[in-house]
């Protein structure tokens, strides 16, 4: 019975982080985020404000939370990264949720589906899936918007970083099975229109927005890993007395 308890643990717990680390049968590229260098969240939050918040809600944060914790002042945050407004027309206030401006009836009617939230992306994603996707758009004229993804196929969310990365095209490998079908793979991409940044200076870019969706999807937790640092120590101090003390109160008996 405990066997068939735990194979339907990991059939419900495990299995599906396995989808999402695979992201669909493509090898992720490593993420390799840095939640402890500011810096990079900073970098990561001037790209969401500017490439993703047009669209994409981040409806469980407030920016004046997001200044505290990145080291911004919330003068520096209402000048440089608040470019919403609220239900009256007014510049949203520091204290706001990051909504976006679009309503969702507009979305539907302009996009065709309902655009998601990214407050908890990374969660749900992963970081390496996020990585991974915002650097294998590929053109592709059969799509609506010109443009196909590798990881996410058919994906309705254009390339809005492509000022950045520029345009690639897919590097297609054919093969044949041993039935004489022909199979074709993705196997790499070649540049055709040059971006404003380099490869290297892309990938650190999309690093720092990966980054900053991270600590966006859980906030505290950097504080979370420093007081579970002080609970462990706490915890071996108390073993250390209980056990002395268990000494004591047992003595005569041994």
Not at 8 to 36: M, R, Y
Not at 82 to 110: H, P
Request: net charge negative; hydrophobic share 45%; aromatic share 10%.
């Amino acid at each position: 019975m405990m066997k068939k308890l735990i194979l339907i643990a990991l059939i419900f717990f495990v299995a599906p982080a396995g989808v999402l680390a695979a992201g669909g049968g493509v090898p992720l590229d490593k993420a390799n985020v840095d939640l402890h260098n500011q810096e990079s969240l900073q970098r990561g939050a001037k790209l969401f404000v500017n490439y993703c918040l047009n669209c994409h809600s981040a409806g469980y944060a407030r920016y004046n939370r997001v200044a505290t914790d990145l080291g911004i002042t919330e003068e520096q945050m209402s000048e440089n990264m608040i470019f919403t407004t609220d239900d009256n027309g007014e510049k949203s206030k520091v204290g706001s949720l990051m909504k976006v401006a679009m309503s969702e009836k507009y979305a539907k009617e302009a996009f065709g589906t309902k655009i998601p939230d990214l407050t908890l992306v990374a969660r749900v994603r992963g970081n390496d899936w996020l990585y991974t996707y915002l650097r294998t758009f590929y053109l592709d004229d059969s799509r609506p918007a010109g443009m196909n993804n590798l990881v996410f196929p058919d994906v309705g969310m254009p390339h809005v970083l492509w000022e950045l990365q520029g345009h690639q095209k897919a590097v297609v490998e054919t093969t044949t099975d041993a039935d004489g079908h022909e199979h074709e793979k993705i196997v790499g991409f070649e540049t055709v229109v040059p971006g404003s940044m380099t490869g290297p200076e892309y990938d650190q870019a999309v690093r720092d927005l990966v980054g900053f969706l991270a600590y966006m999807g859980e906030p505290v937790q950097l504080k979370r890993q420093k007081l579970g640092v002080y609970v462990l120590l706490f915890l071996a101090l108390l073993f250390v007395v209980a056990y002395f003390l268990k000494k004591e109160y047992w003595k005569d008996i041994h």
